[in-house]
């Protein structure tokens, strides 16, 4: 919808106070400072009664929709992951509330992803896929070629760690007897983190597309697969090839580690990139970032677990004329190019991608002369080219399930005792299986 087309239907419903549930953090929080606009245009107001991670979104609303009087809620921040259980409080978006010429704008794909079976449920925010970064001049320093495989990547990161450089941005004070040394690879270990990272290496692993769940998407969990994941995993541990206390680091900690110099490589999701970009540059001037697609994996494939965040009008909506406008204006255009160039995102609207394309190329081009503008032209061209190439052939999309929350809820420990030595893979492979395909 256009700015102009959005003035002309704000007259036609009249001024309301709209209360949302969103998600927050660094990478989200930008969105919601353009809500003053939003309340200019169309003379409602905005009041954000709930913003948090998306675990307490989730218990936020799962709570707040089991209560016996309907909540006061005009429009959430959701997942596709999520939308499934969610289905029963959210509202299917007709075509009165989201004509076909605007569901054209989007990406087909990222419009796909937001329908629960076959119902649009929400519009797409951003899409989420990760690539790998590395420290390129850690790499040079040591005579590293970035890893091509998974084995590889298993290798070079323990090389990293046994060479013991220290964490660039520490004092010679700060050091110490025991100096913080750089870490040569890290990933969420608890949470839905730890599943995802689990579920991308078990879609490099398997043979043959139905090893954890099959046409139906009814859980499988093919025990051979997953004890040949575990096994990986648990040896990424036990050769200090990830820090030795992995299981207490989820996205953010992820990310900070990198952006503080702490670690030479790690697979991140596109909005945390200007961030960590940032930070990284403040704490150590002289760090050269690279980037890449996955490491292939055993099978020769690729896959990144991916994902796309979202907004949904609830089912206890009280004005849902004024909230279909709030949806839209939160994924027009001019929002989701101020998320894809100030945090990094990457958008679902058409345009809004083939700006950002275009746009990054010309810097590039326009750079050429200047050395460290010209670094980071490159930096931003290539980390495009290969976001956008992970997300047209390597995305692993998990199923539409309603149970899918629960699932990865009760599963992600079985894998954190797997791969710190608390329980063997073969024994966390079984209790997986017996979990995953109970009713």
Same mark, same amino acid.
């Given at each position: 919808?256009?700015q102009?087309?959005m003035?002309?239907?704000s007259?036609?419903?009249?001024?309301?106070?709209l209360? =949302?549930?969103?998600?927050?953090?660094p990478?989200?929080?930008?969105?919601?400072?353009?809500?003053p606009?939003?309340e200019?245009e169309?003379?409602?107001?905005?009041?954000?009664?709930?913003r948090g991670s998306?675990?307490?979104?989730?218990?936020y609303l799962a709570?707040t929709f089991?209560?016996?009087?309907?909540? /006061?809620?005009?429009?959430?921040?959701t997942?596709?992951?999520?939308?499934?259980?969610?289905v029963?409080f959210?509202?299917e978006l007709?075509?009165?509330? =989201?004509?076909?010429?605007?569901?054209?704008?989007?990406? /087909?794909?990222?419009?796909?992803?937001s329908?629960?079976?076959?119902?649009?449920?929400?519009?797409?925010r951003? !899409?989420?896929?990760?690539?790998?970064f590395?420290r390129a001049?850690?790499?040079?320093k040591?005579?590293l070629?970035?890893?091509?495989?998974?084995?590889?990547?298993?290798?070079?990161?323990?090389k990293?760690?046994?060479a013991?450089?220290?964490v660039p941005?520490?004092?010679?004070?700060e050091? *110490?007897?025991t100096?913080?040394?750089?870490?040569?690879?890290? &990933?969420p270990?608890?949470?839905?983190?730890?599943?995802?990272t689990f579920?991308e290496?078990a879609m490099? /692993?398997?043979?043959h597309?139905?090893?954890?769940? #099959?046409?139906?998407?009814?859980?499988? &969990?093919?025990?051979?697969?997953?004890?040949?994941?575990?096994?990986?995993?648990?040896?990424l !541990?036990?050769?200090?090839? !990830?820090?030795? #206390?992995?299981?207490?680091?989820?996205?953010d900690?992820v990310?900070s580690? &990198?952006s503080?110099?702490?670690?030479?490589?790690?697979?991140?999701?596109?909005s945390?990139?200007g +961030?960590m $970009?940032r $930070?990284?540059?403040?704490?150590?001037?002289?760090?050269?970032? *690279? @980037?890449m697609?996955?490491?292939?994996g055993?099978? +020769?494939?690729?896959?990144?677990?991916?994902?796309?965040h979202?907004?949904s009008?609830?089912?206890?909506?009280?004005?849902?004329?004024?909230?279909?406008q709030?949806?839209? &204006?939160?994924v027009?255009d001019d929002?989701?190019?101020?998320?894809?160039?100030?945090? *990094?995102?990457?958008?679902?609207? $058409?345009?809004?991608l083939h700006?950002?394309?275009?746009e990054?190329?010309?810097?590039r081009l326009?750079?050429?002369d200047?050395?460290e503008?010209?670094?980071e032209?490159?930096?931003?061209s290539?980390r495009?080219?290969?976001?956008?190439?992970? @997300?047209?052939?390597?995305?692993?999309?998990?199923?539409?399930?309603?149970?899918?929350?629960?699932?990865?809820?009760?599963?992600?420990?079985?894998i954190?005792d797997?791969i710190m030595g608390?329980?063997?893979?073969?024994?966390?492979?079984?209790?997986m299986? =017996?979990?995953?395909?109970?009713?």
């Amino acid at each position: 919808m256009t700015q102009a087309s959005m003035e002309k239907s704000s007259t036609s419903s009249s001024p309301c106070t709209l209360k =949302v549930a969103v998600v927050g953090g660094p990478q989200y929080d930008r969105l919601y400072e353009r809500l003053p606009l939003f309340e200019k245009e169309t003379g409602h107001r905005v009041e954000i009664i709930f913003r948090g991670s998306h675990p307490e979104l989730n218990d936020y609303l799962a709570s707040t929709f089991q209560q016996s009087s309907p909540p /006061e809620l005009d429009l959430v921040s959701t997942h596709i992951k999520y939308a499934p259980s969610q289905v029963h409080f959210l509202q299917e978006l007709d075509y009165d509330q =989201v004509s076909e010429q605007e569901r054209a704008e989007f990406l /087909e794909s990222a419009l796909e992803a937001s329908k629960v079976q076959g119902r649009l449920m929400q519009l797409p925010r951003m !899409v989420d896929s990760r690539v790998l970064f590395y420290r390129a001049d850690v790499f040079e320093k040591l005579g590293l070629s970035p890893p091509t495989t998974w084995q590889d990547l298993l290798t070079v990161a323990g090389k990293i760690h046994k060479a013991a450089l220290p964490v660039p941005s520490l004092t010679a004070k700060e050091l *110490g007897p025991t100096p913080e040394i750089i870490q040569g690879y890290v &990933f969420p270990g608890k949470l839905s983190g730890l599943f995802g990272t689990f579920y991308e290496l078990a879609m490099m /692993e398997m043979r043959h597309p139905e090893a954890l769940f #099959d046409r139906e998407d009814r859980p499988i &969990f093919e025990e051979a697969v997953v004890v040949n994941v575990l096994k990986y995993m648990r040896e990424l !541990v036990t050769s200090n090839a !990830v820090p030795h #206390d992995i299981e207490k680091y989820y996205f953010d900690e992820v990310s900070s580690m &990198f952006s503080e110099g702490k670690v030479a490589m790690v697979a991140d999701w596109p909005s945390f990139y200007g +961030g960590m $970009k940032r $930070k990284l540059r403040s704490v150590h001037p002289d760090a050269r970032i *690279g @980037v890449m697609r996955y490491p292939v994996g055993p099978n +020769g494939k690729r896959s990144a677990y991916s994902g796309m965040h979202s907004f949904s009008i609830p089912k206890s909506c009280r004005y849902p004329e004024q909230a279909a406008q709030l949806l839209k &204006f939160l994924v027009r255009d001019d929002q989701q190019w101020i998320e894809a160039s100030e945090s *990094g995102s990457f958008p679902t609207k $058409k345009a809004v991608l083939h700006r950002l394309v275009e746009e990054i190329e010309l810097r590039r081009l326009a750079a050429s002369d200047v050395i460290e503008q010209a670094e980071e032209a490159r930096l931003d061209s290539e980390r495009l080219a290969c976001l956008k190439a992970t @997300v047209e052939n390597d995305m692993a999309m998990f199923p539409h399930l309603k149970s899918y929350p629960d699932l990865e809820d009760a599963l992600y420990l079985m894998i954190q005792d797997a791969i710190m030595g608390r329980v063997s893979p073969e024994e966390a492979a079984s209790k997986m299986k =017996v979990r995953a395909c109970s009713p």
